[in-house]
């Protein structure tokens, strides 16, 4: 009988220390890493220009966006994660020594074949389960359209458009509902933390 080989799980922070040495980004699901595969130049161009209209769109803002270089942590209530976002934005931002961070408002995946399934199934569960999070946004690179999880009312409301914008600098990569959600994400969150912060001071 041949013995069954045993699989060591890696610790956060054994990951961590790695990650920041390797070449190659590497996403982490309860102890278990997976080296990430890169993207074409079409799923590059669609990420980057979200993220530079996000850039501009919030500038003076609390709420600040972040490129895939930014790790999201996901502390679940079986196991700590962390995957890498093509963009995500965040009123709260951690230290800026951190290589990661906590509490994203809005989260954006480019979807590709390879990262479909996952993009929409153990992500976007694991996403949704994020407390700050009030959308989600799948954008599609071969059609102009996107798929948007918009949190309404404590659920994640589904919406799909095919609506585009003329004059948005991502052409006809993205809708222009996309802009709209995470605007409005960022929004809401800097509204009920100032509620939080105004009824703190009340007590």
């Not at 790695?18 to 590497?26: I, N, Y």
């Not at 595969?37 to 209209?53: L, V």
Request: aromatic fraction near 8%; glycine fraction near 4%; charged fraction near 25%.
């Amino acid at each position: 009988m041949t013995a069954i080989k045993r699989f060591e799980l890696v610790s956060v922070d054994d990951y961590l220390r790695a990650e920041e040495m390797s070449p190659v980004k590497h996403e982490y699901v309860g102890g278990v890493v997976y080296a990430m595969a890169g993207g074409c130049n079409r799923h590059n161009d669609i990420a980057g220009n979200i993220y530079a209209a996000l850039h501009s769109r919030l500038r003076g803002r609390p709420c600040r966006p972040y490129n895939s270089t930014t790790r999201i942590r996901l502390r679940l209530s079986n196991q700590v994660r962390f995957y890498y976002p093509d963009v995500s934005v965040t009123c709260h931002p951690n230290r800026p020594t951190d290589t990661f961070q906590d509490e994203p408002a809005v989260i954006v995946e480019v979807l590709s074949d390879n990262s479909r399934r996952l993009d929409e199934g153990e992500k976007r569960d694991a996403y949704l389960a994020i407390p700050t999070l009030s959308a989600y946004i799948l954008v599609e690179q071969e059609t102009p359209a996107a798929v948007v999880f918009a949190e309404q009312k404590m659920v994640f409301a589904v919406r799909f458009t095919k609506a585009l914008t003329p004059s948005s600098p991502l052409g006809k990569s993205t809708p222009n509902c996309l802009w709209q959600k995470c605007m409005k994400a960022c929004h809401l969150l800097q509204k009920n933390d100032h509620l939080a912060h105004r009824n703190d001071r009340l007590r």
